[in-house]
């Protein structure tokens, strides 16, 4: 019996203290002045504007304000952008490049001929030093021009190079057929980013306004709340569950705003179509 009457004394004890601290509150609140809940609001609006300049500022900073109001381009200009991206210009290239192959590879039959020529020109003098018995030595000189050519002809086929040649072509042919699937294949994975970020994009242009508006509503009850404070009909408890809401619904739109502009600058980024407009 001694254990019970014990536990029954500290439970009236503790709710006992709890109805005296509750009173207190009350009658603390009670007692305010209009001048008091002024500046009760004023510290707390200073509060929240300090905090939201702390965690959404630097976030927002860079977010245009009319970013809720974009009105995104249709989605075939975002597609037909694609192949224009250096992803898909390499794809190309090496197409390009390995047909440029196969061209020189189909006139490669043009080195089993050969041509040979050769051509000279000069001029010489011939110098003759002449005497006998009666006559003195003299000396007699001949010039003359001379000029040559000679123009030849060859064909040399290696039955290597001559049966392997079919197989060679082939091969490149095979190689051009590769290279466009594998550019197609390119193609096809932008495509499918590019639709995702566009999606992305739609889908939260589409929901910010009805968080934007959801903000509206909360500051304009903060308003009413808080005049309802001033005027003694709430309690300070009512007023910051209020705030709370109305500080989610703030932080909720500020953070859609965000993710917007980053959603946006993706897209941009994939397609090198400019959406935000620069100032």
Known sequence: MKPRNSIFFFCSVAITGMMVFSQSVFAQQDSLTRAGRLKIIERLNAEEAQTDAQTLGQASKNVPSYIDKLELPPLSVFLDAVTENA????????????????RIEKREWWNYFRLNGTYSYGRYNILNNTSDEFTPMYQTSMANTQQTFYVGASVSVGIGDLINRPLKLKNYRYNIEQLKYAQEEVMEERRLKVLE???????????????????ALYNAQMKISENNFIQGKIDIITLSLERGRRSGAVVTYEQSRVALHNSIILLEMLTNVKVIKDK
């Open 197 to 215: 970020a566009y999606n992305a994009v739609t889908e939260q242009l589409a929901t910010i306004k009805a968080k934007a508006e959801t903000a």
């Open 87 to 102: 992803t898909v210009k390499k794809a190309r290239s090496q197409v390009e490049q390995q047909k440029n192959g196969y």
